[in-house]
């Protein structure tokens, strides 16, 4: 299975951008889809996931024929500044645990400038 994001870049604090992460290998419909961000000097930690897509700001959705998943961001700011990575798993108890998923993209970076 491989997980290949793409979005990232750099936006004004207020400004919105959106992540997406494809997979391939297997079946997308198999997986609980998350993100997560390590932010500059910081430890990785959970942004969002597809069992609760609406966390704030930010918004995951699929796109099942694409086997992509989306994480919309919006009102960003400068601490959202960080590397996102997105994640697959398969019997998912609690989404925002980093061990609960087997698959990792490689990252993609944003930088939200104020």
């Known amino acids: 299975v491989q997980l290949q994001a793409s979005g990232g870049g750099l936006v004004q604090a207020g400004g919105s951008l959106r992540l997406s992460c494809a997979v391939s290998?297997?079946?997308?419909?198999?997986?609980?889809m998350a993100w997560f961000r390590r932010a500059p000097g910081k430890e990785r930690e959970f942004v969002a996931s597809d069992t609760n897509s609406a966390q704030g700001r930010f918004t995951v959705s699929r796109d099942i024929p694409k086997s992509t998943v989306y994480l919309q961001m919006n009102s960003l700011k400068p601490e959202d500044t960080a590397v996102y990575y997105c994640a697959a798993g398969r019997w998912v108890m609690d989404p925002s645990q980093e061990s609960a998923y087997y698959y990792w993209g490689q990252g993609t970076e944003v930088t939200v400038s104020s």
């Open positions: 290998g297997d079946t997308f419909s198999d997986f609980v």
